[in-house]
């Protein structure tokens, strides 16, 4: 049984850092998308294209899936992050006559970034980020609490 507790213990350490490492990616995204909110020419030509992280959650090993269907334990191993993809959404056509990058009539394609999305994100992502260092840090301190037992 205590190898169990372990497994346990450790599992939600690990599920903690994977969650942490996701969402700092995350909020990186949406530093690049808020920084390039006016960026009318990328390397790829055209305006700048949003990013956003795909997540999937992280696959366990034989060991690790065998000991949960043994103890009925459902649940992953974490989040990973699978890509990062550029948004679809169509690129904003706004007015501005005296921009180097206007048509001849005026408009510009300006990247498909919204401010308000970007920023609620940004909110999401942080709060996401603060439950996980909550979390690991309760699992540490359970774990040296069980330590200090006589």
Do not use: W
């Given at each position: ?52 992280a795909i997540f999937e959650e992280k ?38 006559p005296g921009h180097p990058d206007a ?40 774990a040296q609490e069980t330590m200090q037992?006589?």
């Amino acid at each position: 049984m205590p190898n169990t507790y372990r497994f346990g213990l450790e599992r939600t350490l690990d599920i903690s850092v994977s969650g942490m490492m996701a969402q700092r990616l995350e909020m990186e995204l949406v530093a690049s998308n808020l920084a390039n909110i006016n960026t009318t020419r990328s390397i790829q030509g055209g305006p700048y294209c949003r990013r956003l992280a795909i997540f999937e959650e992280k696959p366990l090993d034989f060991a690790q899936t065998l000991m949960r269907a043994e103890q009925k334990i459902t649940g992953g191993g974490g989040v990973d992050i699978a890509d990062v993809a550029e948004d679809h959404a169509p690129y904003q056509r706004v007015y501005k006559p005296g921009h180097p990058d206007a048509d001849p009539y005026g408009f510009v394609m300006m990247p498909n970034v919204d401010m308000a999305k970007e920023m609620t994100n940004l909110v999401y992502s942080s709060r996401l980020y603060d439950a996980n260092i909550t979390a690991f840090n309760a699992a540490k301190k359970m774990a040296q609490e069980t330590m200090q037992l006589p």
